[in-house]
C-alpha cells in the first residue's frame, strides 16, 4: 500500500467515526431546542405565579378593607348607642344606615373572602406548574450535557445516559397538562 492510500483508509475511518455521531449531535440540538421551551415556560408560569399572588392580596386587602369598616362602624353605633346627644333623630337615621351597611358587609365578606381564596388556590396551582417545568429544565439541561460526553468519549452510553435523563425532562413537562 503506498501512503496516500494509507492517508485515504485513515480520513475513511475517521469520517465514518464522525458520521456515526451525528445522531448524538443531532440529538443534542433537539435537547437544546426543548431547554429553550421549557425554560420560557417556566418563566411564564412563574410570572403568571407572581401576578395571580397580586390579584389574591388585592382581593385580601379588599376583604380587609372592608371587614375593618364593619368593625369600625359596629364600635362607633355601640358609642353612639350609649351616648347622650342632641339630636336624636340624627342619631336614630345614622343607627338605620349603619344596620343597613352592616347587613350588606355582612353578605360581601364572605363573597370576598372566597374570591380571596379562589386566587390563592391559582397561585399554589401555577406554582405547582411552575415547579414542573424547573425539574423538566434541569432534567433536560443534564440529559444535554451527558451527551455531549459522547462526543468526547465516543462512547455511547453517554448518549443513552442522557436520553434518560432526558426522556425525564419531557414527561415531566408533559405531567403540566395533567395539573391544570
Known amino acids: 500500500m503506498e501512503s496516500n492510500e494509507v492517508q485515504e483508509l485513515k480520513e475513511h475511518a475517521e469520517h465514518g467515526q464522525e458520521s456515526g455521531l451525528r445522531p448524538v449531535a443531532f440529538t443534542m440540538s433537539l435537547l437544546a431546542v426543548l431547554v429553550a421551551v421549557t425554560t420560557v415556560l417556566g ?3 412563574h410570572t403568571e405565579a407572581v401576578l395571580k399572588q397580586n390579584q389574591a392580596t388585592d ?3 379588599e376583604y380587609q378593607a372592608k371587614k375593618i369598616r364593619s368593625e369600625i362602624t359596629k364600635h362607633a353605633d355601640d358609642i353612639l348607642a350609649v351616648t347622650a346627644v342632641a339630636d336624636k333623630d340624627k342619631a336614630a337615621k345614622t343607627l338605620k344606615d349603619d344596620a343597613d351597611r352592616q347587613a350588606k358587609w355582612k353578605d360581601e365578606l364572605p363573597e370576598e373572602q372566597k374570591k380571596a381564596e379562589e386566587l390563592q388556590d391559582e397561585v399554589k396551582k401555577a406554582e405547582a406548574r411552575a415547579d414542573r417545568y424547573d425539574l423538566s429544565e434541569a432534567l433536560l439541561e443534564i440529559g444535554l450535557v451527558i451527551t455531549s460526553v459522547t462526543l468526547l468519549t465516543r462512547s455511547r452510553i453517554y448518549w443513552y445516559l442522557g436520553m434518560v435523563f432526558s ?3 419531557i414527561l415531566s413537562a408533559l405531567s ?3 395539573l391544570k
Open 43 to 45: 418563566h411564564r408560569t
Open 59 to 61: 382581593q385580601w386587602n
Open 167 to 169: 426522556a425525564g425532562g
Open 176 to 178: 403540566v397538562v395533567m
